[in-house]
């Protein structure tokens, strides 16, 4: 690729070749001065908070279990936290358009009891698969997750499932409401590939995900992922442009040797409703920082 800029009398070459593009997909507080996330929300509560912006799985093992991807940098953050003592941890995914099916399902293993329901899939022929936590997962700390209106697909399920179980809050606007599976299969007439949908998915508790179920069959009224009772945080229209513009700052990574910007509650009503939740629970389990 030859590029020109401005001071440089000749054009500049590059040389690219392809590659997978390694996407980080679990952000934490702020970035320090190697430009590595922090995860502690509230220190003296030992409360964590992970952004995660997208489920990917890379590099399978034997056992279908991903090497690298967004499982994979979560476990590494909870562990981080825990050197220290971790009570609770805010999973955030709002703007979480979804991802891979398999990424979500072994998210939550993370989190509930060996044998529990993650999600099952129906397809429109064929068997019905349950995929089940296949590992105990750890219950030792509180956990709030934060959906909204772009919360969609395998953060549905994550939501959906944590909240099922009662593992987690459920904390913000009610989700994206898509609760449908994709495919891509080979198209031979053509060399190419087809991509479309073969399923719906239902949480633990059966209940609808798909909004487009409900204009397909006006019996059903419910879809999305609805927050708990008594925590729905609605914005309106400034605020929401004002969370966009400071949502998109933490997304900056700084210049050598500066810290990046910080996530902070007082600029999000949202994520303040998920800490005062967290340092409620935390306090009624005696835990709570002096």
């Known amino acids: 690729v030859m590029v020109q800029r401005e001071g440089l009398k000749e054009p500049k070459e590059f040389k690219i070749f392809r590659n ?34 997208q489920f990917i799985a890379i590099d399978l093992d034997e056992d279908g279990r991903e090497e690298f991807g967004t499982v994979t940098d979560l476990k590494k953050a909870i562990a981080q936290l825990k050197k220290t003592g971790l009570n609770g941890l805010i999973i955030d995914l709002r703007e979480n358009p979804g991802g891979y099916l398999s990424s979500a399902w072994h998210l939550c293993e993370l989190f509930i009891d060996r044998g529990e329901k993650v999600v099952t899939v129906k397809p429109r022929a064929g068997a019905v698969r349950e ?45 994206y409401g898509k609760g449908s599976v994709q495919d891509v299969r080979e ?12 399923a719906r998915y239902y949480p633990p508790s059966g209940r609808n995900i ?27 229209s400034e605020e929401l442009n004002d969370w966009y513009e400071y949502a998109q700052d ?17 600029k999000d ?22």
Not at 23 to 35: I, L, M, Y
């Open 20 to 53: 997978f593009v390694m996407v980080e997909t679990v952000h934490g507080v702020q970035r320090d001065k190697n430009a590595d996330w922090t995860f502690y929300l509230d220190e003296k509560n030992k409360i964590g908070y992970v952004h995660i912006t």
């Open 250 to 266: 933490l997304l900056v990574i700084p210049p050598p040797g500066k810290p990046g910007a910080k996530v902070t509650p007082e």
């Open 210 to 236: 798909d909004k487009l179920a409900t204009e397909q069959d006006p019996t059903i009224k419910e879809w999305g992922v609805k927050p708990d009772a008594g925590f729905e945080v609605k914005l309106s």
């Open 131 to 175: 995929y089940k936590a296949e590992a105990a997962g750890d219950k030792s700390f509180e956990i709030v997750v934060l959906v909204n209106g772009n919360s969609a697909s395998a953060s549905e399920i994550v939501a959906a499932c944590l909240q099922d179980h009662a593992r987690a809050t459920v904390v913000g606007e009610r989700s």
């Open 187 to 198: 198209f031979s007439p053509t060399g190419g590939q087809l991509k479309y949908t073969i």
């Open 269 to 290: 009503k949202q994520l303040a409703k998920a800490l005062e939740q967290l340092r409620d629970l935390i306090k009624a389990s005696g835990k709570a920082g002096k």
